[in-house]
């Protein structure tokens, strides 16, 4: 009996026959989407109760996404080779014992080795769940339903993170904060024991794994998602940011001749290019892109040069949040009729026309921002529900595990290239201190020329991926 006749035996037929395992699975989308968005409402407090300074905070946060995003795809290789439950299940206990370390910290430095431990075990972990949950079932409309639960949990932790961590701070130290992720990581942990089976040795990819390569992708990718911190902060006017640059130029070249002449390389460029791969990846960069860059500017755009308040300015964030958590059902609807091909193209789309319909009419009022920020989170939960089914379908049965992998890295480094564009391009066409107050009249036309141009570049950006990715789908 074939691999897939087997799994086909054990799939189950809905997503109520396996609510464990997704109960489980959920819970460590929980984990990446409430960690990063409950922490950074602590940031003041951990700063001055540690005494730390402007930079040693950023490193707080930083420090967990450079590791988490640098290991995925090591990971992802790890798992494919070892299996992916028993790499998840690992993952899932050093999260554990990394939160419950949080008690002992009393310093800035070891905050960051704790934080970057959980990084550690978000690249063993946070992969592995869209895996997981595409083997799970065989079905492509379980699929594709099932990742919408998994995301949808993870989004309402994005979106209750800073009101929780702010109650949370009223009455506990900040240290509760990390501590919330204990149970979460046990709740998983029962629910991925339980749920889902141990990989059988036929499903694991049995080839060596190619130690440099594994250096160089991972140097690749830190270096690609330290980059815009540079840029962002540096501009473009310095020699550090563009000497990063051609370290990360340097290091991809070298990670794709090995990819191209080891024998049993980190990641088969073969299987990176066939066309359901290749595509999903565009897509779901486009999207990162989108999401991240147009957060950051209507964020500032609110505060800074309209004058809104942070909380009116949370406030008007919240049709993209309204969306994100409760266009699941609809999202479910609208692939079943679409189909997963013109599904992810017309949701790639919606992402560009929101980011079009910003850069055009974004200046002249609440209402056209609202609208972008809306057709934007339709887009990005259509993509994020069926890109990954795509990519995953596209790959052997073997390497499901690097391939939901190379999703999550692509959404990582397409949101730090977002958020180093827009940075860079306000960097290069505002005078002065962006955060003082009392703009002069050169300031606030320094600023909306910026958002513009800014806008556009990424419109431009996500076109063209989303372009590349539709002639590229088949």
């Not at 595409?134 to 379980?142: I, K, N, T, V």
């Not at 406030?315 to 609809?330: N, T």
């Not at 692509?410 to 958020?419: E, L, N, R």
């Not at 076109?463 to 789908?473: D, I, K």
Request: proline fraction near 4%; hydrophobic fraction near 60%.
């Amino acid at each position: 009996m074939s691999i897939s006749a087997q799994s086909r035996l054990r799939s189950p037929g809905s997503l109520r026959e396996a609510w464990i395992a997704l109960a489980g699975l959920s819970a460590v989308f929980l984990f990446e989407m409430l960690d990063n968005s409950i922490l950074n409402v602590a940031l003041p407090t951990i700063g001055r109760d540690l005494n730390a300074s402007t930079t040693a905070l950023q490193w707080v946060s930083n420090s967990y996404a450079v590791v988490f995003g640098g290991l995925m795809l090591v990971f992802g290789a790890v798992a494919d080779r070892f299996g992916r439950r028993r790499i998840m299940l690992i993952g899932l206990a050093l999260l554990c014992a990394a939160s419950l370390a949080t008690v002992f910290v009393t310093s800035v430095a070891a905050l960051v080795a704790v934080r970057s431990v959980m990084g550690v075990a978000a690249a063993m972990t946070t992969p592995g769940s869209i895996a997981l949950a595409f083997r799970l079932f065989q079905d492509d409309d379980l699929r594709v339903r099932s990742m919408t639960l998994i995301s949808t949990v993870g989004l309402v932790g994005l979106a209750v993170g800073p009101p929780l961590g702010g109650f949370v701070l009223t009455i506990a130290p900040w240290q509760a904060l990390l501590l919330v992720n204990v149970p979460i990581s046990v709740l998983a942990m029962i629910g991925i024991g339980r749920g889902i089976q141990a990989d059988g040795a036929e499903e694991l990819h049995r080839s060596p794994a190619d130690f440099l390569s594994g250096v160089l992708g991972t140097a690749t990718i830190v270096l690609a998602l330290v980059v815009p911190t540079f840029f962002v902060e540096q501009g473009a006017h310095s020699w550090m940011p563009w000497a990063a640059t051609a370290l990360t130029v340097a290091a991809a070249a070298l990670f794709v001749v090995r990819a191209r002449t080891a024998s049993h390389p980190l990641l088969d460029l073969k299987l990176v290019a066939r066309p359901l791969v290749a595509s999903g990846l565009a897509y779901k960069a486009a999207t990162g892109l989108a999401a991240a860059g147009l957060t950051y500017l209507v964020t500032l755009q609110l505060q800074l040069d309209w004058g809104w308040s942070p909380a009116l300015a949370a406030a008007g964030m919240l049709p993209q949040v309204v969306v994100l958590i409760a266009a699941g059902p609809v999202v479910n609807r609208f692939v079943r009729w679409a189909g997963l091909d013109r599904g992810v193209w017309l949701g790639a789309v919606c992402v560009v026309a929101g980011l079009a319909v910003y850069a055009l009419l974004g200046r002249t009022g609440y209402a056209p921002v609202a609208a972008a920020l809306v057709l934007v989170a339709v887009g990005i939960r259509v993509v994020g529900a069926v890109a990954g089914v795509n990519v995953l379908k596209g790959l052997p049965e073997n390497r499901t595990s690097i391939g939901a992998a190379l999703v999550d890295t692509a959404s990582q480094v397409a949101s730090a290239t977002g958020v180093a564009v827009s940075g860079t391009v306000l960097a290069a066409l505002f005078a002065g201190g962006i955060t003082r107050p009392a703009w002069s009249s050169a300031q606030t036309a320094q600023f909306e020329q910026a958002v513009t141009v800014g806008s556009l570049a990424l419109t431009a950006l996500s076109a063209a991926l989303v372009g590349w990715a539709f002639l590229n789908r088949v």
